[in-house]
């Protein structure tokens, strides 16, 4: 998966012209993070995506949505995509990507769906979802929460990370290096990208 293979390039043009994949007008920058580098760009051979508990706000049946921006927020939006390969650098279509991540006070929604969703991976093992820059909690760092499902099997829980910056961090004994998402500024939102690898051939 290189920076600029085809599908990549195709992938932008086609979202510019449908309008953001079905997702509200006037997103900015809307297809930016399909030009972020790979995480990791992959080798014959990859390593699986490292593990990490789903912590105690984990809702099954979330909705399936792309979006999980709510209405009238003044958080940072983010938009963050990426792929679901296999350790032989295969793509996984239709894998279910569920996201979860508390809101821009840092907590989470345990009574309905809010700032939870789930999409399924396209023919390229491409996933997509606009959604806001969770705020810190006490005892964490800003993260976003993830499960990968395929064939009907749980085959990846984790969590993802904002870039070294981020000051938390360094307090936070859960973080992990391996998972820190690459980003990048898109106008007044932030474009994001990781890459799952699942423990499969």
Known sequence: MTTHDPFRRQLLRNVLAAGGLGLAGGYPELALAQ?????????????PTVRQGEGPFYKPKSPERADLVERGTNARLVELTGHVVTRGCKPVPRALVDLWHADDSGDYDNRGFRY??????????????RTILPALYTGRTRHYHIKVVTGGRQL????????ADEAANRRDGLFRRELLMRVA????????????VLDTR
């Open 156 to 163: 990846l829980t984790t969590q993802l990370y904002f870039p």
């Open 116 to 129: 939870r969703g789930h999409v399924f991976t396209d023919a390229q093992g491409r996933y997509r979802f």
């Open 185 to 196: 500024d898109a106008g007044d939102a932030m474009a994001a990208r990781f890459d799952f």
């Open 35 to 47: 030009e972020l580098p790979p995480t990791p760009a992959c080798d014959d051979g990859d390593a």
